[in-house]
């Protein structure tokens, strides 16, 4: 989703600060950028561009120090250098320009694209007459104020929903407002999800802000000479040790005298503090320390997840009287509530269903007050899990959110909060906090002091020790047509999200299913390029999901079979079979076995999977920390 920084500073110069912190929103997914900055001779410039930060880290230093200058008309028209490697579609304005100057208030903008196309005209910031402004979020009524805004002869530059915020803003100014009026009238017009941040070249000294329904974090720098408004609090890490969260509907405006005062108010205009919390990222949590990238990092991660979460994840929460439990959520998130469906059901003996957000959200619920209503997500921003848990609030439904993010939406409406410790997860694939979501579901099911996972661990660290097994796997998958991803039992959802992983990061069809229902359909799809991922723990399945095997095998399919040491008497033909690569994984048996181990035993393979996925993503050359189109945080429907 879109990332937001603004910058009011009492230094003589933001853009670095800009880029920098717009580096750090990266993560989120995007395919534009740009600033916004009002320059030491009071000029508006704007510089957007579609493509990486770099290439708006090139333009915004090519304008610097080719002394490409700006028209020194005022209040100026939004200008835009918009340069894009990929495209080479340079456009800029015909004009003389003075030359860039530099500026101590700021906005930054990285745009992934809801309405309109991938485009610089699409592209954040908008302006409007020395009004720029930068968006995150969906403007609902955008068509009616856009026809609106084009009778008062506004003319548009792109597609985009987000562009009417500016022309209003400056309409109202036209129309004699102060700046701060001018934006609050905006905000009163304005139906939707949204996060808004403006700035006005005649108002050089304030910025402005506004929180509704996307997230909005503020803080003042460590060394008090930045005041920052931003999406999340990662774009803030080193940069503000103490932060705070807008809540629903609060405006933030900050003024810069000798010193930055920033106040912020209520959605009725009222002065409101809102706590001061520390903002606990470091920079081991957003560096890749050492690792190519963060999704790599992060897998490795997976099994001190499962330590912290052992030692340190409070479930003070009680499930046990229940009649039954519902669980919520979206993508990797629903299938560690999938996941948690077999242990509850298994364990606690108690009926768990569970739902996509997005059919939940819009189902006539006919669901039993005597239920938990549990709803799982990384971001605790996912606007339809977010929607669905709104629902289940107003029902009067017991709710319970199970989040990576603190101060998130969700985390703050749940009735009842339990944070994953999973880290900072910057990669747009989730795969620490699925390990951590699933541990969150486990400690709920069985208390702390009857759970062994050393299963989960001794497989864990075989897979990290022959993670190049995988990787020549990888290489050998990498041109397939598509995939199939198939288990069962508790490896049915691991399956699930091995088959995500894979189509979100290399881009190639893959689906997951239930190992039993290969006759019904998916058998059809065998080819010699449909390349078959078997998730096949020894456990009380291993003889059918053999079988099964056996029956794609039969069919000239090439099958990966993941296993464990203990299958090793009773896959020798397998291993005979020159279509099937089986990788082996070893327990090292924990001295008795535990009843629970075969049902855990699956939540290894997730990291398998997790791998398999990253390594055929680099065999492809692919971005495997932001890939094409995804977010990773979807805070809009
Ligand atoms: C997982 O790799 C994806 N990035 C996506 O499916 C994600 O799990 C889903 O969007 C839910 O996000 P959340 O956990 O932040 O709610």
């Given amino acids: 989703m ?30 534009s950028a740009g600033i916004s900055y009002i320059d030491d001779n009071s000029v508006l410039q704007t510089i957007k561009t579609i ?30 250098l918009i340069g894009d490697t990929e495209h080479r ?42 009004v720029a402004i930068v968006h995150n979020g969906i403007i609902e009524n955008y068509r009616e104020l856009k026809n609106s805004l084009i009778r008062d002869n506004f003319e548009f530059d792109g597609e985009s929903d987000s562009e009417v915020i500016a022309k209003l803003i400056s309409n109202h100014l036209k129309n004699g ?4 009026d001018a934006f609050k009238n905006t905000i009163a017009q304005l139906s939707g999800t949204f996060a808004i941040v403006a700035i006005y070249d005649l108002a050089p000294n304030i910025i402005i802000g506004t929180k509704r329904g996307a997230p909005m974090t503020i803080g003042l720098s460590n060394d008090k000479l930045n005041f920052y ?113 077999y242990w509850i059901e298994e364990m606690a003996g108690i009926h768990v269903d569970v739902e996509i957000a997005s059919e939940f959200r819009y189902r006539n619920l006919v669901s039993p007050k005597d239920s938990l209503y549990v709803f799982i997500s990384q971001s605790g921003e996912t606007i339809d899990t977010l929607a669905a848990m709104r629902k289940a609030n107003q029902l009067g439904l017991d709710t319970l959110s199970i989040v990576n993010v603190d101060s998130s939406s ?25 390990i951590a979501q699933a541990m969150a579901m486990l400690m709920l099911t ?30 050998k998958i990498k041109d397939s047509k598509s995939m199939l991803y198939m288990g069962r039992g508790c490896s049915y959802p691991i399956a699930l999200e091995g088959a995500l992983k894979m189509k979100e990061l290399s881009y190639i069809s893959a689906e997951g299913y239930p190992s039993g229902e290969t006759k019904h359909g998916p058998i059809a799809m065998i080819d010699s390029n449909v390349y078959s991922i078997v998730i096949a723990p020894f456990d009380r399945y291993f003889d ?18 993941l296993t464990t040491d203990r299958a090793i008497p009773f896959i020798e033909d397998l291993e005979n079979n020159n279509l099937a690569d089986c990788i082996i994984f070893h327990e090292d048996a924990v001295p008795q076995e535990n009843q629970t181990d075969e049902l855990l035993r699956p939540l290894s393979f997730a990291m398998a999977v997790h791998l398999l996925a990253y390594y055929t993503a680099k065999a492809k050359g692919l971005d495997a920390d932001k890939p094409r189109n995804l977010a990773k945080s979807v805070t809009v429907e």
């Fill in 544 to 561: 059918k999901t053999l079988s099964n095997t056996q029956e794609i095998l039969a069919r000239h399919g090439p099958v990966i079979f």
């Fill in 177 to 180: 407002l102060e700046f701060i």
């Fill in 229 to 341: 408004i931003a999406s999340d609090a990662i774009a803030l890490s080193t940069l503000c040790d103490e932060i705070s969260y807008l809540e629903e509907g609060d405006y933030v405006i900050c003024e810069k005298s000798d010193q930055l005062n920033y106040r912020i108010l209520t959605e009725n205009w009222e002065s409101i503090e809102r706590d001061k919390v520390q903002n606990t990222i470091s920079m081991a949590d957003v560096g890749k320390n050492g690792f190519e990238d963060f999704m790599m990092k992060e897998i490795s991660e997976e099994p001190i997840v499962i330590d912290n979460m052992i030692t340190q994840f409070n479930c003070d929460f009680d499930i046990s009287h229940y009649r039954s439990i519902y669980i919520i959520a979206c993508g990797t998130s629903f299938y560690a509530g999938l996941l948690s469906k």
């Fill in 410 to 434: 969700i985390a703050r409406e749940a009735g009842h909060n339990l944070k994953t410790l999973a880290g900072f997860e910057i990669g747009v694939a989730s795969t620490k906090s699925f």
């Fill in 51 to 80: 493509g990486k930060i770099e290439v708006l880290e090139d333009l915004v230093t090519k304008n610097q120090t080719e002394g490409v200058v700006r028209p020194p008309s005022k209040p100026s028209e939004s200008e835009f």
């Fill in 89 to 130: 579609s340079v456009v800029q304005q015909e004009t003389d320009y003075e030359e860039l100057g530099r500026g101590s208030i700021g906005i930054g903008h990285t745009r992934w694209a809801t309405h309109g196309k991938v485009s610089p005209q699409n592209a954040h910031p908008h302006t409007s007459n020395g």
């Fill in 446 to 475: 069985i208390k702390k002091n009857n759970l062994d996972v050393r299963i989960i661990k001794n497989i864990m660290h075989s897979i990290l020790l022959g993670k190049d097994k995988i990787k020549v796997i990888a290489e």
């Fill in 2 to 31: 879109c990332g937001i920084i603004s910058i009011l500073s009492k230094k003589d110069d933001v853009i670095g600060d800009l880029i920098a912190s717009l580096r750090k929103l990266e993560y989120r997914g995007y395919d």
